[in-house]
């Protein structure tokens, strides 16, 4: 439209269906070239320091016929081009082009400023002749000047993007040939004594959608809707949550279709024969979930089309980065070449569905209703509970935190849950891990079960129980499940021997005093038999992160209801469940068993007198971060509740740091116009101009300990991306980085998601937002990837620093969410699109590199460096003239670069 505008030819309403190839492309005869590679109508050029640069455009006619050069213009106005030809044409100066003249040309100028890139339309005006009546022909060239440095030039990326198509074809009949699952990677003592059913997803659950839709209405199916509508009691338990998760599962199961693979080669693994290698880009990231023992399904391309076809299943040995290792039949593997061509079908893992409905069932089975629907009573009055000396003495000074180990200890609210539920940083974790050593402590025959949704939070759990002296690491053992790699594990105090994951025996296992494990992987010990009742006290952080049947998992078959204690802990502001049905969330799946209680069970509601201690603790004091990090955090999320208690030798590490752009406000936005780009055949995404960014504030940190701040170990800088490509090129950055990979301690830092970091915390921490483009916006909303529409996941990456908190990304882009643009980026802000155009700035900018004119002398740049202000001379005139506006946009430029 902007072209159609510029060039008056509104009239003709056909004009603005025309395809871009129309106004790119050469017409009669006239040809506009450059130096540099066109493609598509685009010119692109990469600089690699801030300079003006120069890029020639020739305008040359190659036909048979003059014709008249009579216009060209920006159509996008940037003070950063300037355009000049040597014959100065303009409509009143036309130009004739002679046939086969060439040599005229026009030059532009690009002033570019580190890191921007800057896309400019250059739109040219023909005529065949100089009668007013004719007609004008166009051409139109884009322009994308990008700043690349060295760095960023190696990172970029190593093969265009090229999505795959997907093939929908299915056979009429399919042959299924096994494959060769991992050898027993996990050895098995644990002999699987309860069974676990398939609950098989039911026939009707897709036209259960369609009905749920609103697309087709079908009255056998009345009951199903009208249960999903009512609301949650043990009454309905098993059905409710059986209903939920065969919806979720059909979704999943819709889904992970979009990830199957036409034409993908494979190749022998040459660490082991027996084994093919298959590339699977995004397989890191989740995209699709694959996991060590799931299987795929591999059918030849030659045979994808016949009626019958024979579907080879590939068991999984190995995940790594972008490709996994899959064990198939001995018949494929005699017949395979190197680079044979499949089609590749991916098939949902099953057995975490499985846990979740024998857990519900099981639930019910063994009369839970006391501990999910508990019912005690506020009236009576709390009685004190009994003094403990705490091992970790800071929670002395806290009466929340010490009220909850006591209270926990105590039992007070058996049999209902206790809850231990806070915002970020305010202690949840150091409070369970306080109250489990107390448990063991206080209560002989007292055996534990801690659990979190993850691997990593379970971690976390771990280390911190073990590498306290008060308890006795051999009595704590963490359970892994058997579709981990080994290699990726902490192996202290673990099912790990060597390379081999193993399960002991039942009685070896439930002589430990305190198992540690995942959710899911609690279900291994319901498989194994373990007697109910054994653990007197099952704990769950991290508790808003799951399901409410992936919590039950550790609860059912384990738990014993009346003597049993089950302690949640967690904050439903943070990570939640991740969902794909919308049904599945509509009727209420995605809330967790934590915030289900918190906010729907009166024992758990806020009273005239505050929260019953005798079942719940709220924690309000934040004991991680400087307040002014709090403060975005607190607004959005916590409604200003949450306590700045964080001890200022840390916390205020960095209020006079050099590089803050407002001295005692540790919280850097660097806005930044990079590009997010993909490469290859990988769906996730980087940024390398957010990562020279990311670079440089690596070497300001770490290399500052001459300038009175205290000096920084790389494990205390932390480093988030929401995507795995921008993780790993990251991680290469630094590996490349001539001072940075030699740097002491420098595998120590960790680069990662914001789902390794839950529950963890650094000194220092850089979020890299990485979205450059709209378009792409659409992507992170479906796969519930990303930052922008997510705004659990932004709670937890900006909560996670202590000191210094730097935030990199595009304004533009974040300032089109609302709580960015209010909350992060700070408002009023002048688009960027603004700041280009604005006449004001270019004007203010000439004004302060040119000493002789009469208004250089108004423009004071403040002795920090980072402020102009205007003088106090002639205040009154300058107060509405554009030099009072140009010097906010100057402000707002050199606060954003
Ligand atoms: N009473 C206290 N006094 C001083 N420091 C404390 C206190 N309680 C917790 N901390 C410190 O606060 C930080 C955050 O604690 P912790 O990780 O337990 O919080 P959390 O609530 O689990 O956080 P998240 O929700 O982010 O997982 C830790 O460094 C911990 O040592």
Redesign the pocket.
């Known amino acids: 439209f902007d072209i159609l505008q510029h060039l008056s030819m509104r009239s003709s309403v056909a004009a603005l269906y025309l395809p871009r190839s129309v106004f790119i492309s050469d017409k009669s005869g006239v040809r506009v070239s450059s130096e540099l590679q066109i493609e598509d109508g685009m010119i692109q050029l990469f600089v690699e320091k801030a300079e003006i640069c120069e890029l020639k455009l020739f305008v040359e006619n190659t036909g048979q016929d003059a014709v008249y050069f009579t216009y060209y213009t920006a159509l996008h106005w940037l003070q950063y081009f300037t355009l000049e030809d040597s014959r100065r044409v303009t409509r009143n100066n036309p130009l004739r082009l002679e046939p086969c003249e060439c040599n005229q040309t026009v030059q532009e100028k690009l002033v570019l400023v580190l890191f921007l890139v800057y896309p400019a339309t250059l739109a040219f005006e023909f005529k065949e002749n100089t009668q007013p009546a004719t007609r004008p022909f166009h051409i139109v060239r884009f322009i994308q000047a990008e700043y690349r440095s060295e760095l960023a030039a190696l990172l970029g990326p190593e093969a265009p993007f090229r999505p795959k198509r997907l093939e929908t074809y299915e056979p009429a009949r399919c042959n299924i040939e096994e494959g060769v699952p991992p050898e027993s990677f996990a050895r098995n003592l644990l002999k699987f004594v309860v069974p676990l059913d398939n609950y098989t997803h039911p026939s009707y659950i897709s036209d259960l959608a369609e009905v749920l839709k609103g697309s087709r209405s079908f009255p056998k199916l009345q009951e199903q809707k009208s249960l999903l509508e009512s609301d949650l009691g043990f009454h309905n338990y098993l059905e409710r949550f059986d209903l939920l998760l065969y919806l979720e599962e059909d979704q999943m199961r819709l889904d992970i279709k979009r990830y199957n693979k036409d034409d993908v080669s494979m190749v022998k693994d040459c660490e082991n024969k027996r084994l093919l290698l298959l590339e699977l880009p995004g397989v890191s990231e989740n995209r699709p979930s694959v996991l060590r023992g799931d299987h795929l399904l591999l059918t030849k391309s030659e045979e994808v089309q016949l009626s019958t076809v024979t579907k080879y299943k590939g068991y999984v040995h190995r995940v790594e980065l972008d490709q996994v290792k899959l064990g198939f039949s001995r018949r494929l593997l005699d017949g395979f070449i190197d680079n044979m061509k499949f089609r590749v079908e991916f098939t949902v893992n099953r057995l975490p569905l499985k846990l979740q409905h024998r857990a519900v069932h099981m639930a019910v089975q063994h009369e839970l209703r006391d501990v999910l629907f508990p019912v005690g009573s506020r009236s009576v009055t709390p009685e004190s509970p009994p003094a403990l000396r705490l091992f970790d003495q800071?929670?002395d000074?806290?009466p929340e935190?010490k009220n909850a180990v006591c209270n926990i200890v105590a039992g007070t609210s058996k049999p209902a849950p206790y809850l231990v539920f806070?915002p970020?940083?305010?202690?949840?974790?150091?409070t369970i891990v306080e109250a489990i050593k107390q448990v063991k402590l206080n209560i002989p025959d007292a055996y534990i079960l801690a659990c979190a949704p993850s691997n990593s939070a379970a971690d976390q759990l771990c280390e911190k129980l073990i590498t306290s002296e008060h308890v006795d690491a051999r009595k704590i053992y963490r359970v892994y499940a058997s579709s981990r790699n080994p290699k990726d594990i902490l192996k202290k105090n673990s099912n790990v021997e060597g390379n081999t994951i193993i399960f002991p025996c039942k009685e070896d296992l439930m002589s430990y005093k305190i198992l540690v494990s995942t959710l899911v992987t609690a279900g291994r010990l319901v498989s194994g038999g373990f007697p109910i009742g054994h653990f007197s006290h099952i704990f769950v952080d991290e508790a808003g992160h799951a399901v409410e049947p992936e919590a039950i998992i550790s609860v059912a078959g384990l738990l014993n209801a009346e003597t049993g204690q089950l302690v949640l802990a967690g904050?439903p502001k943070?990570l939640g469940p991740i969902l794909r049905s919308p049904f599945a969330i509509r009727y209420g799946l995605g809330l967790s068993l934590l915030e289900r209680l918190m906010t729907q069970n009166e024992l758990y509601q806020k009273g005239t007198t505050g929260y019953d201690n005798r079942y719940v603790t709220k924690?309000l004091r934040n004991?991680?971060s400087h307040p002014s990090i709090l403060k975005i955090p607190n607004e959005m999320f916590y409604d200003g509740e949450l306590v700045a208690c964080a001890d200022e030798m840390i916390s205020h590490q960095y209020c006079k740091w050099e590089h803050l752009p407002k001295s005692e406000f540790p919280v850097i936005f660097h806005g930044v116009i990079g590009k997010d780009e993909r490469e290859s055949n990988s769906p996730s995404f980087f940024n390398t101009s957010e990562i020279d960014i990311i670079i440089d504030y690596m070497k300001k940190l770490l290399t500052q300990a001459k300038k009175g701040i205290a000096k920084i170990s790389p494990k205390e800088i932390g480093i988030i991306a929401p995507y795995r490509k921008q993780v790993e090129k990251i991680r290469k950055a630094i590996k490349l980085h001539r001072e940075l990979k030699s740097f002491l301690g420098i595998e120590e830092l960790k680069v990662g998601s914001v789902e390794e970091f839950q529950?963890q915390?650094r000194k220092v921490i850089i979020v890299s937002t990485v979205r450059s483009d709209k378009k792409h916006i659409i992507l992170d909303e479906t796969f519930n990837i990303g930052f922008l529409k997510n705004e659990k996941r932004f709670n937890v990456a900006v909560?996670r620093a202590k000191s210094l908190l730097i935030m990199v990304g595009n304004p533009i882009i974040l300032r089109t969410d609302a709580t960015w643009a209010q909350k992060v980026i700070g408002c009023p802000l002048p688009s960027m699109e603004e700041l280009h155009s604005s006449r004001c700035l270019l004007k203010a900018q000439k004004i302060l590199k040119d000493p002789s004119h009469p208004g250089h002398s108004l423009f004071e740049l403040l002795p920090s460096g980072r402020r102009y202000r205007v003088l106090k001379t002639r205040t009154n005139r300058l107060r509405n003239s554009f030099y009072a506006k140009a010097i906010s946009f100057l402000n707002t430029a050199k606060k954003l670069n």
């Open positions: 800071k929670l000074k806290n935190q806070g970020p940083g305010t202690g949840k974790t150091v904050d943070q924690l004991y991680r529950g915390e909560t």
